[in-house]
């Protein structure tokens, strides 16, 4: 097996993890309140990547922390969170998993309005098709669009900014200090969000915080598998199969949470993968090019 399939096969293992992930917090947003869920899960995620930087005697402390690009990584991470998961307490996984789907668009349109990026026409028309697909998703009609879907579409951009930031910051900067960062911020976030909207705190039963615990474990699990895809062979090839997310959420929400998404759904998903492998393909093609030359 080359090394393109390699990391091809722990892409898709990745994005599976992190659709069971999405699919357990769903489930626990049914008797605790996302607020807390949200705050329960940033100090799992804390604890989690302490440890392992600790084990790995990298420390746990780091003066990064403080710095610009971190802070609004962070902050663009948990907005993103913060939405995601009040988006999933309101709308089924499916749905909210479409719309997240869009987020390579918003990064190549950002990339280019802000970061200077050369962009052509074409990769232009790709992301006003990718566009054209999500208003199918959401369907704006004369009464609105439902919160729920607002609160995806706002998780979506919050993770967008997250990652154009990424790309601005320092490479000293270790992946699992960011982690640790971010998920640290969601608990202070989680808490005043919580005493804010007075929503009452639940004492979590045994089965609960074992859900909770297996959650952040899985998605520790997808982070390293997916920051080992990204290591080996071709990155665009592997890139484009984060998009398996969308079929694995949709399997855990007919089969767990007895979601029907409709014909006009479906497509829309349809045509903002076919968009964003488009946007990663040609991206690829004009890396190789500026390379060569």
Do not use: N
């Not at 997310?245 to 006009?264: I, K, N, Q, S, Y």
């Amino acid at each position: 097996m080359s090394d393109t399939l390699r990391g091809a096969a722990l892409m898709v293992v990745a994005m599976a993890c992190f659709a069971v992930e999405d699919a357990l917090i769903k489930g626990l947003t049914a008797t605790l309140p996302a607020t807390q869920i949200i705050w329960m899960l940033g100090l799992g995620g804390a604890l989690a990547f302490a440890a392992w930087l600790a084990a790995t005697g990298r420390g746990v402390w780091s003066a990064q922390y403080l710095h610009r690009t971190v802070l609004m990584r962070s902050g663009c991470e948990v907005f993103g969170t913060l939405c995601f998961v009040s988006a999933l307490a309101l709308i089924p996984l499916a749905l909210a998993s479409a719309v997240i789907q869009a987020t390579p668009l918003v990064v190549a349109m950002g990339a280019a309005l802000f970061l200077g990026a050369p962009v052509g026409w074409r990769r232009w028309a790709a992301i006003a098709v990718g566009f054209a697909g999500v208003m199918l998703i959401i369907r704006p009609g004369a009464a609105g669009v439902e919160p729920g879907v607002l609160l995806a579409v706002g998780g979506m951009l919050g993770l967008a900014a997250r990652d154009l930031v990424t790309r601005t910051m320092p490479g000293a900067v270790s992946g699992p200090r960011l982690s640790l960062h971010a998920f640290a911020a969601l608990v202070p976030t989680g808490l005043a969000l919580q005493l804010l909207l007075a929503a009452p705190f639940v004492m979590p039963s045994g089965a609960e915080i074992g859900i909770l615990a297996i959650g952040v474990a899985i998605g520790m699990g997808a982070y390293l598998t997916i920051v080992a895809a990204t290591r080996m062979g071709d990155i665009a090839v592997i890139s484009s199969f984060r998009y398996s997310r969308m079929l694995f959420a949709l399997l855990l929400g007919v089969t767990f949470f007895g979601e029907r998404p409709d014909a006009a759904t479906l497509a829309g998903v349809t045509i903002v993968i076919a968009s964003g492998l488009y946007t990663l393909i040609r991206e690829a093609r004009l890396r190789r090019a500026a390379s060569q030359a």
